[in-house]
């Protein structure tokens, strides 16, 4: 490139760059202009601005514009207020028809007035809400299980519910056992029915991970290998806390010492093997364990079987204690022996 054609292109760049900061000072004079009339009083204004007392709303009334745009303004106006409507309480009258209808106080908020006609709307009422707390701690809605090794059906058509608070027995035929131990599988988890459903709550065992459904909702006591014999009480519970894989409170020591006291357990025998403990303190320890990750369904296979007495009642006295004291708990026992469902809240036979 010349040195000619080098000087006329410096020429036109210089041109263009007093052309753009002619045009920005431009901008900023009528930029200047538009602030200073914004800025002057208010009765200067063409229009009239005004704000409602109590609202705060900006009721400003501008000229209607042309072309039939004042036919615009109007419904969007219209629009609004009947969507600010939807939040203003309105006052009971006598001559109000609407049975459905609840009377929300003055003093209520805008959110919950809106919650309220929206209720009023679909016609949520008492009976509904009930509903939704009626849900048991667990259910079976026709629940069948057959044994695929024999083609038995030890469970046909099994449809029971039990509540929170509450301790239920479920009576199997007595010499039995293939029936009860279906049942406990079954409300364990540890078994899936051929058909049916099983619930805790509003949730079906199908829906929830294994994890959640057997390490934290169900606590479990079989006769067999309910705890580890070669650890302590104490090392029993934090065992399976840990493997709950959930967060506690206090520290897991803690709530596991406080969990065997009141179970009935010796303070000097929390730190003992558990294969030295007599059978009613190993039934104490499976039954803390059972319950020490929350669980909201305790499950026992015959849990009053071998045990004098005295030991059988201290037992079901345990029992009744973690159900009663409990609003979230259910404890369900699966026995042969009809003394022990007849002593339980509510009993079903199978």
């Known amino acids: 490139m010349t040195d000619k054609e080098l000087k006329d292109m410096d020429e036109t760049t210089s041109m263009d760059t007093t052309a753009a900061a002619e045009s920005a000072a431009e901008t900023v004079a009528a930029n200047a202009v538009v602030d200073d009339a914004l800025l002057s009083d208010v009765d200067e ?35 609004v207020n009947a969507m600010l409507s939807l939040a203003t309480p309105r006052e009971s009258t006598d001559d109000d028809s609407s049975p459905d209808y609840i009377e929300t106080p003055r003093s209520a908020s805008s959110a919950t007035a809106v919650s309220t006609h929206i209720d009023r709307e679909v016609k949520v009422g008492d009976e509904d809400l009930n509903l939704l707390r009626a849900y048991p701690t667990l259910s079976l809605h026709d629940v069948t299980y057959r044994d695929r090794k024999t083609g038995r059906t030890p469970v046909e058509h099994l449809t029971c519910a039990f509540e929170a608070g509450t301790v239920s027995a479920i009576l199997v035929p007595d010499g039995d ?66 493997a709950s894989n959930r967060n506690f409170l206090k520290p897991k020591p803690v709530l596991a010492s406080e969990l065997l006291l009141a179970s009935g357990l010796d303070e000097t025998l929390l730190d003992n093997r558990v294969d030295s403990l007599n059978e009613v303190d190993r039934r104490r320890v499976a039954i803390a364990r059972a319950v020490c990750c929350e669980a909201e369904i305790v499950v026992l296979d015959e849990p009053l079987d071998g045990l004098e007495d005295g030991e059988r009642n201290a037992i079901m006295e345990l029992l009744r204690g973690i159900a009663h004291g409990d609003p979230k708990r259910c404890v369900v026992v699966v026995t042969q022996d009809a003394a022990v469902a007849e002593s339980a809240d509510q009993t079903v036979t199978l």
Do not use: C, K
Not at 47 to 76: I, K, L, M, Q, Y
């Open 177 to 242: 056992d293939m029936a009860r131990t279906a049942m406990v599988g079954l409300l364990s988890g540890l078994l899936m029915p051929e058909s049916g459903h099983l619930m805790n709550r509003s949730a079906e065992y199908l829906s929830l991970e294994p994890l959640e459904l057997r390490g934290h909702r169900i606590g479990l006591v079989p006769q067999r290998f309910a705890v580890r014999g070669d650890l302590s009480p104490l090392r029993n519970l934090v065992y399976a806390m840990d």
């Open 45 to 79: 204004l063409p229009f009239d601005v005004d704000f409602d007392e109590t609202t705060n709303v900006d009721t400003t009334s501008a000229p209607a514009p042309a072309d039939g745009g004042a036919d615009v303004v109007a419904a969007n106006a219209d629009h």
